[in-house]
């Protein structure tokens, strides 16, 4: 039983019982629409020969950090500033739950456009994809603050810019948290869109075009490394949250259950 325990907690139960009914799956159908694991990765091995795999795979990754990075720094004072000026929530909360309701891909073309073909319109498109998640986790933190505390705070003589700094933003931590990392998911969704469209690098020019050579095994590698390359990021962030911000509660926010 302890063995199975470990199992189901590590994860491992879960990828066996996947693999397995993948590789039935395909047994069933054909290979060439729908091929198994073990065709994926000799696809993977094949990709990896002369190392392009390993270079999209960087730059895809340099992209959706750029960007997500970006996009979370100009995100986090913007909620803030909303969550605590009730003139500036009223002002900009309409056309803030009217734009990020258009999908990121959907400025494809006009990002093209307007900041050429280069990396500048990867990187924009993915900071617009980042920059509501965490606008509106972080307005929803500020807003959560019980009025007790603040109102401790200015008894005691507090500023508004002490209630900010050892008030405010202590208790939005794990809000802002929370949404960097869901952001992290639509930044990944836009880097792929934007490369599928105007890029000759990247994952997202690699499952693209392999549909030109019928090669249904490289889409299967490009969709493997792209949830490899999220869930590496996200135990990375998570990791990174439960070093520098435990005594914020991230730990609790985080981390999974076990079983017992």
């Given at each position: 039983m302890s063995l199975v325990r470990r199992m189901l907690n590590s994860g491992l139960a879960t990828w066996v019982i996947i693999l397995l009914l993948w590789q039935l799956l395909a047994m069933n159908s054909n290979p060439d629409f729908f091929p198994g694991p073990l065709s994926t990765l000799r696809g993977m091995v094949e990709l990896s020969q002369d190392g392009s795999l390993f270079r999209y795979i960087g730059i895809s990754m340099l992209r959706v950090l750029k960007g997500w990075v970006l996009g979370?720094?100009?995100?986090?004072?913007?909620?803030?500033?909303?969550?605590?000026?009730?003139?500036?929530?009223?002002?900009?909360?309409?056309?803030?739950?009217?734009?990020?309701?258009?999908?990121?891909?959907?400025?494809?073309?006009?990002?093209?456009?307007?900041?050429?073909?280069?990396?500048?319109?990867?990187?924009?498109?993915?900071?617009?994809?980042?920059?509501?998640?965490?606008?509106?986790?972080?307005?929803?933190g500020v807003l959560s603050v019980e009025e007790d505390k603040l109102r401790s705070a200015r008894c005691m003589g507090a500023s508004e810019r002490q209630i900010m700094q050892y008030v405010i933003i202590p208790a939005t931590i794990p809000y802002i948290f929370t949404g960097i990392r869901l952001a992290m998911s639509s930044s990944f969704m836009a880097i792929i869109g934007a490369e599928m469209v105007a890029a000759?690098?990247?994952?997202?020019?690699?499952?693209?075009?392999?549909?030109?050579?019928?090669?249904?095994?490289?889409?299967?590698?490009?969709?493997?490394?792209?949830?490899?390359?999220?869930?590496?990021?996200?135990?990375?962030?998570?990791?990174?949250?439960?070093?520098?911000?435990?005594?914020?509660?991230?730990?609790?926010?985080?981390?999974?259950?076990?079983?017992?």
């Open positions: 979370s720094v100009l995100a986090v004072p913007i909620g803030l500033l909303m969550g605590r000026s009730s003139i500036l929530r009223v002002l900009m909360e309409p056309f803030l739950h009217f734009i990020r309701f258009i999908p990121p891909l959907a400025f494809i073309t006009l990002f093209l456009l307007w900041f050429g073909i280069g990396e500048t319109s990867k990187m924009v498109l993915i900071m617009y994809a980042t920059l509501f998640t965490v606008i509106l986790n972080t307005m929803t000759n690098e990247g994952i997202g020019f690699m499952i693209w075009s392999s549909r030109l050579y019928f090669k249904t095994d490289w889409i299967f590698v490009g969709l493997f490394c792209l949830g490899i390359m999220g869930f590496v990021t996200d135990r990375l962030l998570i990791w990174l949250g439960n070093l520098t911000l435990s005594r914020y509660g991230i730990t609790r926010a985080a981390f999974r259950g076990k079983l017992k």
